[in-house]
C-alpha cells in the first residue's frame, strides 16, 4: 500500500502562484507514475497533470502552459507548479499514484488540498 500526503493549498488572487507537494511513503517501489486530479464544486474529478518514473508528462489542455508538474524520484515527491492561476482552477486538488491506470483515475489517493484562486 502507498500512503500519499499532500501540501500547499490556499487561497491565492487572480494570477498569483501556488505549489503543491505530494509525498508518497510504504510500497513506492510500485509507484510507475504520480500526478494531480481536481474536483470543483459540482463536477467530476478531472485530471491536471501527470508524471511517469521517467519524467513524461501529461497535461490537461486547461493548465497546459501554466502549470508545471515535477518530481523527485529519491523522495518519493511529486510538485504542481501553477502560475497565472483563475478563478476556474478553484477546486480540491488529489494527488495519485499507480500505474498506467493513473491516467483514467486509478490508483492511490491522497486526502486532498484545496486550492481557491478568488480576489
Known amino acids: 500500500q502507498v500512503q500519499l500526503v499532500e501540501s500547499g493549498g490556499g487561497l491565492v488572487q487572480p494570477g498569483g502562484s501556488l505549489t503543491l507537494s505530494c509525498a508518497a511513503s510504504g510500497n513506492t517501489f510500485r509507484i510507475y507514475a504520480m500526478g494531480w486530479y481536481r474536483q470543483a464544486p459540482g463536477k467530476q474529478r478531472e485530471l491536471v497533470a501527470l508524471?511517469?518514473?521517467?519524467?513524461?508528462?501529461t497535461y490537461a489542455d486547461s493548465v497546459k502552459g501554466r502549470f508545471t508538474i515535477s518530481r523527485d524520484n529519491a523522495k518519493n515527491t511529486v510538485y504542481l507548479q501553477m502560475n497565472s492561476l483563475k478563478p476556474e482552477d478553484t477546486a480540491v486538488y488529489f494527488c495519485?499514484?499507480?500505474?498506467?491506470?493513473?491516467?483514467?483515475?486509478?490508483?492511490?489517493w491522497g486526502q486532498g488540498t484545496q486550492v481557491i484562486v478568488s480576489s
Open positions: 508524471i511517469t518514473y521517467t519524467a513524461s508528462t
Open positions: 495519485i499514484s499507480g500505474g498506467v491506470g493513473t491516467t483514467k483515475g486509478q490508483g492511490n
